[in-house]
């Protein structure tokens, strides 16, 4: 598992009126769109593309378009739909996938409720979209039900990350093909499962909902 934090100051800035308690909802979602927009240009430097042939204006040439299998794109439900336009603005041509995880309290593990998905990820990239990685179960259970089928290429891309999340990611996606691509990596986990500083909960900012 690797992790790529994002280091621009357009990030930097988006980041921090998110963060900030006083920003509403629209004003919420449309900056987590900008900057997922932004993480997905980082997250998709290897998408994979094939050499084409075509003619400019001028004269033949040659230039590269995105291989097929096409990229498959998975928010997380609730909170990653949120995170699916500035993701498919840069790869309109990906096919989207769905998945929603829920704790279950007696186990306190993340399980799936919903999927939406191909059977057979073999050969394809997979970019699964969860705005907090806070203590990693979700985004772990997740990744592994993507292995099952068969990624072989998973990149997650997340607003923010806690270091104890990123830690159980490291230690149970360890030697697994996956890349973690963030804006930043914050101080730490509170007793309450936020993310410190972090920015509150993602989904209710999002839909104002409690
Ligand atoms: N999920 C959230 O929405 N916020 C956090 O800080 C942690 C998990």
New binding site residues.
Partial sequence: MRIHVVDHPLVAHKLTTLRDKRTDSPTFRRLSDELVTLLAYEATRDVRTEQVDIESPVCATTGVKLSHPRPLVVPILR?GLGMLDGMVRLLPTAEVGFLGMIRNEETLKAETYATRMPDDLSGRQVYVLD??L?TGGTLVAAINELIERGADDVTAITL?A?PEGVEVMQRDLAGAPVTVVTASVDER?NEA???VP???????RMYGTA
């Fill in positions: 909170a705005p907090m806070a923010l806690a986990l499962g936020y993310i972090g920015l509150g909960d993602a989904g209710d």
